[in-house]
């Protein structure tokens, strides 16, 4: 997923949400108190992802919230310009607002579009900052030692699911402590 405003995640351009940028703004205000837009997130679809689209969208309004990028009362795009946009069945932007929903995230407005309703837990902008210079180091380490893409993805991957596994104590599947095994993703 791509967010721009400097922050990227996971595999890459195509399967992200980018702010909508500047652009586009009436001179209204949102609920939230900022700038009213069409909506402050745009969604991108990575096929070959194996995910399906729907989480896809719910995964990107998600990392939007994480990320500060989405505020309680934010627009998400409407669903005729998401369909537009990325060429999907309405049904498939309908499940993923229903899964907002259900997840206290979002809420429809009949006549105006579904709103955010809540944000999740944010890390402060100057550690976002560190912490993605730092990262950027990292991926350059993994770019110059000839990783591609894919080979930087699983190796953050397995080395996530590693450290989240040694810091719960739980073991791997041939029942050896997690720290005694090399993993792959």
């Known amino acids: 997923m791509h967010i721009d405003k400097g922050i990227s995640t996971g595999t890459g351009g195509a399967g992200g949400a980018s702010p909508a940028g500047a652009g586009g703004r009436d001179g209204s205000t949102a609920p939230s108190g900022r700038a009213a837009t069409a909506s402050p997130i745009e969604f991108r679809l990575d096929p070959g992802s194996g995910v399906p689209t729907y989480l896809q969208l719910v995964h990107q309004v998600e990392h939007a919230l994480r990320l500060g990028y989405l505020q309680p009362g934010d627009q998400l795009p409407k669903v005729r310009d998401v369909v537009a946009a990325l060429a999907i069945n309405p049904n498939t932007v309908l499940k993923a607002y229903k899964e907002l929903e259900v997840k206290g995230l979002a809420a429809g407005r009949p006549g105006q579009g579904t709103f955010v309703q809540a944000t999740l ?57 997690s720290g005694e095994t090399e993993g792959v993703a």
Do not use: H, K, M, N
């Open 121 to 177: 837990s944010q890390i402060a902008l100057p550690e976002l900052t560190a912490l993605r210079r730092s990262l950027s180091g990292w991926l350059t380490s993994a770019d110059g030692a000839g990783l591609d893409q894919d080979g930087i993805v699983a190796l953050f991957t397995s080395a996530l699911r590693d450290f989240y596994e040694r810091r719960s104590g739980s073991r791997t599947r041939g029942g050896a402590p």
